[in-house]
């Protein structure tokens, strides 16, 4: 069965950078794009961003664009966040979720997330 | 920026109908797709690319999109329905979810 695991949240002070990991298992991991979605404490799910499944297309939510970057390794069967000048409002369950092979489609399977907690 | 509006909040009685809107502009030129969330849990999906049910999901969870307004029709809705419900679509290179709509079931 498909599994994702995510790991590397923690809590950071604004400013600071984390990296995110997302440990996939159960299917063709080449197959696939992936993505990150996020919830805030107590909030709404918000997509964060989308690798393709050949790693070649990136799309990000214009609230991360140019402190955040997505990316794949293959031989590990892996994701990753790279989150740079983490902001209070960057805050959230951050989740790894399984798209298509296409970038735009459904998020088909999820992790249970890994909490991201940006505090002075 | 692309919008989808849902109502905060839907209540439902036991075994009967429960319709969820999610509103966008000219939203049936998009697919649109639908998460459930109970608390604590990660989303799972219930509806993909309007209408389709993935493997799992029970019969009684249909999805329509027609004009502005994307409908989830839980029918003969159980306790066990009760749950945050999302409406995601994609416009151009970005996914966009709606707010998100409390079901309660009492």
């Known amino acids: 069965q498909v599994q994702l695991v995510e790991s590397g949240g923690g809590v950071v002070q604004p400013g600071s950078s984390l990296r995110l990991s997302c440990e996939a298992s159960g299917f063709t991991f080449s197959r696939h794009s992936l993505h990150w979605v996020r919830q805030a404490p107590g909030k709404g799910l918000q997509w964060v961003a989308v690798i393709s499944f050949d790693g070649n297309n990136k799309f990000y939510t214009d609230s991360v664009k140019g402190r955040f970057t997505i990316s794949r390794d293959i031989s590990k069967n892996t994701l990753f966040l790279q989150m740079d000048s983490l902001r209070p409002e960057d805050t959230a369950l951050y989740y790894c979720?399984?798209?298509?092979?296409?970038?735009?489609?459904?998020?088909?399977?999820w992790g249970q997330g890994t909490l991201v907690t940006v505090s002075s | 920026s692309y919008d989808l509006t849902q109502p905060p909040t839907v209540s439902v009685s036991p075994g009967q109908t429960a319709s969820i809107t999610c509103s966008g502009d000219?939203?049936?030129?998009?697919?649109v797709y639908w998460y459930q969330q109970k608390p604590g849990q990660s989303p799972v999906l219930v509806i993909y690319?309007?209408?389709k049910r993935p493997s799992g999901i029970p019969e009684r969870f249909s999805g329509s999109n027609s004009g502005n307004t994307a409908t989830l029709t839980i029918s003969g809705t159980q306790s066990m329905d009760e749950a945050d419900y999302y409406c995601q679509a994609w416009d151009s290179s970005t996914s966009v979810f709606g707010g998100g709509t409390k079901l309660t079931v009492l």
């Open positions: 690319v309007d209408t």
């Open positions: 000219n939203l049936e030129d998009k697919y």
């Open positions: 979720a399984r798209g298509g092979r296409s970038w735009n489609t459904e998020f088909d399977s």
